[in-house]
T-cell receptor
Framework: NAGVTQTPKFQVLKTGQSMTLQCAQD?????MYWYRQDPGMGLRLIYY???????DKGEVPNGYNVSRLNKREFSLRLESAAPSQTSVYFC??????????????FGSGTRLTVV | QKEVEQNSGPLSVPEGAIASLNCTYS??????FFWYRQYSGKSPELIMF????GDKEDGRFTAQLNKASQYVSLLIRDSQPSDSATYLC??????????FGTGTSLTVIP
C-alpha cells in the first residue's frame, strides 16, 4: 500500500519556467490537498479538492493551478515559476466522512528551488 | 491572530523525561485536534488525534484537550532521542478546513 505518492522529489527551475507536480493516492480518499512549507511559516494550503470534480483555493493560491484528474490524482502546476515559490510542497489526502476525526496522509514532498 | 499557535521552541529535555508540547487555537467551533510528528527532511505523520475534552493515551503519548480554554497539549513520557522532531498541532473546523501551527522543535538529549 503506497499511500500518497508525489513526483518529482527534487526539482530546480529557472525563473519563468513551468512545471507540474504530480500526486496520486491509493487509499480511496475523496479529499486531496496541496500545501507548501516554508521555514517559520508552517504548512500553508495552496489548493484543495474536497471531492472528484471540485477544486477550491486555499490560503496562498496565487501563481498556481490545480487539476483533479480523477479520484486518485491531483496535480499542481506552476505556470511561470518565481523565486518566491522556492519551497517544499506536500500533497495530502483525507477521507472526508460525516465525522471530523480523519487526519491527513502526506506524501513525501517535493523540494523545489527556483533560481 | 493566527488560527493555531505553538511555541516554536526549541524545547530540550533529557532522555527519560516528560516532554510537554502546547497548542492554542482561536476558533471555538473547532471539533477535532491532531498532532503530527515531522522529522527533518521528511513529511508529517499523524501520531494522535483527540476530539473530546480530557485525556487520550496511546503508548508513551498522551493528548490533552480543554475546549473551554481552547488548549490542546501533547505529553511524551519516557522521551527517547528518536522523539527528536518537530511536532505540528492541527485543528479541524467546520467547513472541512484544517489549520496547522508552525510546529515546536523537540530535542531529546541522551
Amino acid at each position: 500500500n503506497a499511500g500518497v505518492t508525489q513526483t518529482p522529489k527534487f526539482q530546480v527551475l529557472k525563473t519563468g519556467q513551468s512545471m507540474t507536480l504530480q500526486c496520486a493516492q491509493d487509499m480511496n480518499h475523496n479529499s486531496m490537498y496541496w500545501y507548501r512549507q516554508d521555514p517559520g511559516m508552517g504548512l500553508r494550503l495552496i489548493y484543495y479538492s474536497a471531492s472528484e470534480g471540485t477544486t477550491d483555493k486555499g490560503e496562498v493560491p496565487n501563481g498556481y493551478n490545480v487539476s483533479r484528474l480523477n479520484k486518485r490524482e491531483f496535480s499542481l502546476r506552476l505556470e511561470s515559476a518565481a523565486p518566491s515559490q522556492t519551497s517544499v510542497y506536500f500533497c495530502a489526502s483525507r477521507y472526508r466522512g460525516p465525522s471530523a476525526n480523519y487526519g491527513y496522509t502526506f506524501g513525501s514532498g517535493t523540494r523545489l528551488t527556483v533560481v | 491572530q493566527k488560527e493555531v499557535e505553538q511555541n516554536s521552541g526549541p524545547l530540550s529535555v533529557p532522555e527519560g523525561a516528560i516532554a510537554s508540547l502546547n497548542c492554542t487555537y482561536s476558533d471555538r467551533g473547532s471539533q477535532s485536534f491532531f498532532w503530527y510528528r515531522q522529522y527533518s527532511g521528511k513529511s508529517p505523520e499523524l501520531i494522535m488525534f483527540i476530539y473530546s475534552n480530557g485525556d487520550k493515551e496511546d503508548g508513551r503519548f498522551t493528548a490533552q484537550l480543554n475546549k473551554a480554554s481552547q488548549y490542546v497539549s501533547l505529553l511524551i513520557r519516557d522521551s527517547q532521542p528518536s522523539d527528536s522532531a518537530t511536532y505540528l498541532c492541527a485543528v479541524w473546523s467546520p467547513g472541512n478546513q484544517f489549520y496547522f501551527g508552525t510546529g515546536t522543535s523537540l530535542t531529546v538529549i541522551p
